[in-house]
């Protein structure tokens, strides 16, 4: 903690002399008032106006030394004391920070805890210029990505690939989810498990694991970002529309229909390659429903003389609807062709 000048008057905490208002060798900490010099730890009287540590909130001040040795903190790793201001926290454990080593590891550095301060100072300093590795903490241990992907339960529900960052939850769902596999999930129910081409228990190498999480990660961002964006741009095709219709703007809604009809068209030419060039099965009965859709949607804006908003809405409801299925439709095809 640091200390702060203070000018008001009244007495030193420590030898109980008055304080004079502005005298510059006054410093105030912890709610009270102390001259520099007798600004001190409580234990072994050395100067702590550099740095100070103080006890489960009470005025005790102490240096680094005594307080690490009274606060009795303790290696989650080796189980040895803890002697000054250089770990880490995991969790509910305290860690020196060369004990943070993946307990899954074959080949760790043997390096002692037991060590004196100027071993200990070296470590520090030989630690500073090595590459940290990428930590992923567990049940208060630090693991490296390998191992840690290896635990069950780090694994997303939806692709099956452990959640190394951030997460997402969705109700009745027990477990975490990667953020753009839990909006796929979200918008067209559809999981990506099937993506992965092996479990993670069987991956082999390092180097494998992460070249198939990255691979697997490329493919969701990229699903959830060219569906989402056309789902969007479709959406605001119609409600654009909808507005030239009620304006009368005659040219720029004819226009913009017929962007509406090559925005539909991309998910026609998607359906008809993955169903009947690859798998030969029909999917007639969805695309016909948002056929049938667009025409009456189209037919609607044709009664320029009725202009009913409620009924276009519907309309434009129902077409984005049927839109959204034939993208769910065909994912999950697309996805079965991947296996």
Same mark, same amino acid.
């Given at each position: 903690m640091t200390v702060e000048q203070v000018h008001s008057e009244n007495k030193c905490y420590n030898c109980q002399n008055t304080c004079i208002r502005g005298d510059p060798s006054l410093v105030r900490a912890v709610g009270n008032i102390y001259h520099k010099q007798c600004f001190k730890c409580n234990t072994c009287q050395i100067s702590v106006i550099d740095q100070f540590f103080i006890m489960n909130d009470s005025s005790v001040i102490l240096c680094e030394k005594d307080y690490f040795e009274i606060s009795g903190f303790k290696c989650h790793q080796c189980n040895e004391s803890i002697t000054k201001n250089n770990y880490e926290v995991i969790g509910d454990y305290k860690y020196h920070r060369h004990c943070l080593h993946c307990p899954g590891c074959t080949i760790v550095k043997n390096v002692p805890c037991s060590i004196d301060e100027e071993q200990q100072q070296q470590q520090d300093d030989d630690e500073e210029e090595e590459e940290s590795f990428e930590r992923y903490d567990y049940n208060g241990r630090p693991y490296c990505r390998y191992h840690y992907s290896l635990i069950k339960g780090t694994e997303c529900i939806g692709c099956g690939q452990a959640v190394l960052h951030q997460y997402m939850e969705l109700p009745n769902?027990?477990?975490?989810?990667?953020? =753009?596999?839990?909006?796929?999930?979200?918008?067209?129910?559809?999981?990506?498990?099937?993506?992965?081409?092996?479990? +993670? #228990?069987?991956?082999?190498?390092?180097?494998?694991?992460?070249?198939?999480?990255?691979?697997?990660?490329?493919?969701?961002?990229?699903?959830?970002? =060219?569906?989402?964006?056309?789902?969007?741009?479709?959406?605001?095709?119609?409600?654009?529309?909808?507005?030239?219709? +009620? #304006?009368?703007d005659y040219k720029q809604e004819y226009e913009s229909c017929l962007l509406l009809t090559s925005q539909l068209n991309i998910i026609f030419t998607i359906l008809d390659l993955v169903f009947k060039y690859f798998t030969h099965l029909s999917c007639d009965v969805p695309t016909q429903k948002l056929t049938d859709q667009f025409v009456l949607f189209m037919d609607s804006l044709c009664q320029t003389n009725i202009k009913d908003t409620q009924n276009l809405s519907k309309l434009a409801t129902l077409l984005s609807q049927y839109t959204r299925d034939l993208v769910k439709l065909s994912l999950q095809q697309t996805i079965i062709l991947t296996k």
């Open positions: 769902s027990n477990g975490k989810w990667h953020p =753009e596999c839990c909006m796929i999930m979200k918008y067209w129910h559809v999981e990506l498990i099937d993506l992965q081409p092996i479990l +993670q #228990s069987d991956y082999k190498s390092k180097q494998q694991l992460v070249f198939i999480q990255n691979d697997i990660e490329y493919i969701r961002y990229n699903i959830w970002k =060219e569906l989402s964006n056309y789902e969007e741009n479709t959406s605001k095709i119609i409600s654009n529309i909808i507005l030239l219709h +009620q #304006s009368s």
